[in-house]
């Protein structure tokens, strides 16, 4: 669920690409809902589609696919819809959580206006449209040529960084599990405390554990123990630390009991981890 959305940041960011390649961009959210587009209109053709119950089922479930694509790869698609004109969606990642996608569409590579009229009358055809629907009404259609619509392509990937770089969408998930490791990472040698950390961020106690089970799928203490065994390996591999050090600054006083916790997570004494870390083959 998103819990943060930079309308106007956004909205910015799709005009300059309508302006730049004069293309209808389009942002949704995981449930294939419309956020924000620009322009907000169809274009004729896709009105006179939208305003048909069979033709509108099928555009969604063309964005549909397009999006389970997008979710299943985590890369951009470039395609012909169910009414023959291009499209383009790429997913909105943050740290490998899906938030959205952003596509754009209601274009076509076809330039002869013969060519164009008879795509489309059979998709009227297709869609159940009275034979004698005019189809000049939906000519204008933006036509773009095949490189125009690759750049244009390149560029929507680009805006999807752009988003994450600047944090114009994100999730509830996202910002608790950020909040948390900012708070958690520098304090791993810490002995840390339920009290401390709902302190640190400003919530209760049972809010902490409840956002823990929901978000991360764990308890407060075995999220911190995730941590501190991500830092001894980092450490074990990047550093000359004895074990001792390593233990003492990823918050094990004991030794010993760093050493069983560690084998215990990860199968291998810390000792034999550091040596086959440093093992070139």
């Known amino acids: 669920m998103l819990t943060h959305l930079d309308t106007e940041e956004l909205n910015a960011l799709l005009k300059d690409f309508h302006l730049l390649t004069g293309i209808k961009i389009v942002i949704f959210d995981t449930d294939g809902n419309e956020l924000i587009a620009c322009p907000p209109s169809h274009c004729p053709f896709c009105q006179k589609l939208q305003n048909t119950p ?4 099928r555009c969604m479930e063309s964005n549909l696919q397009s999006f389970r694509h997008c979710q299943k790869t985590g890369r951009m698609i470039l395609y012909h819809c169910h009414a023959g004109l291009i499209e383009a969606t790429a997913p909105l990642m943050d740290n490998g959580i899906l938030m959205g996608y952003i596509m754009f569409g209601q274009i076509t590579d076809t330039r002869d206006d013969e ?29 773009k040529s095949t490189e125009q619509i690759r750049a244009a392509a390149r560029i929507l990937e680009a805006c999807t960084f752009y988003v994450h770089l600047k944090r114009l969408m994100y999730t509830r998930r996202q910002n608790f599990t950020r909040n948390l490791d900012e708070h958690l990472r520098p304090r791993l040698a810490e002995d840390l405390t339920a009290a401390q950390i709902a302190a640190g961020l400003h919530i209760s106690r049972s809010k902490l554990y409840a956002s823990c089970e929901k978000y991360l799928g764990m308890g407060i203490a075995a999220y911190i123990k995730k941590l501190r065994m991500e830092k001894a390996k980092e450490l074990l591999k990047q550093t000359d630390l004895t074990i001792s050090q390593v233990a003492a600054q990823t918050g094990f006083s004991d030794y010993n009991y760093f050493c069983r916790v560690f084998k215990k997570e990860t199968g291998i004494p810390a000792k034999k981890y550091r040596l086959l870390a440093s093992d070139p083959v």
Do not use: H, V, Y
């Open 54 to 57: 069979l033709c509108r089922q």
């Open 115 to 143: 060519e164009l009229t008879a795509m489309i009358k059979n998709t009227f055809a297709d869609c159940g449209l009275p034979a004698d629907t005019d189809p000049s009404p939906c000519l204008d259609i933006t036509r």
